[in-house]
């Protein structure tokens, strides 16, 4: 069993965008936290959905449809396979994402990386 993580201390660690760390994993999912700030490509996940908890910030997730703004303590999930863009336009965002372990903090069609366990 793991220790208790910190968030704030954890993200006081890093200063990067776009790189997920691994904070804790639960049943066959990794949490991930994040920094982002800008906009990231445009991509869809084929066989996870992804979610979305802001923790401090506005976050606008962009669909082809429309748009839905996060901020502080809300949540959206995009269903598998809807095309999305992540976009911090009002400064840095903290976050955290909930995937399955070994998923690519991209989908089909834009740059692959790997997430980083802390």
């Known amino acids: 069993m793991r220790d208790k993580v910190n968030l704030p201390e954890t993200f006081d660690t890093f200063s ?5 760390r691994i904070v804790a994993e639960y049943n066959g999912n990794d949490i991930r936290i994040v920094k982002v700030d800008g906009e990231f490509v445009w991509h869809s996940h084929e066989d996870t959905d992804d979610f979305f908890l802001v923790l401090d910030g506005l976050l606008d997730i962009e669909l082809r449809d429309r748009t839905v703004t996060l901020g502080p303590g809300e949540v959206f999930v995009v269903p598998r396979g809807v095309e999305h863009r992540p976009v911090a336009r009002h400064g840095e965002v903290k976050m955290i ?22």
């Open 16 to 20: 990067d965008h776009w790189a997920p």
């Open 97 to 118: 994402n909930i995937e399955p372990s070994g998923t690519h903090n991209v989908g089909e069609g834009s740059p692959q990386s790997a997430a980083v366990a802390i």
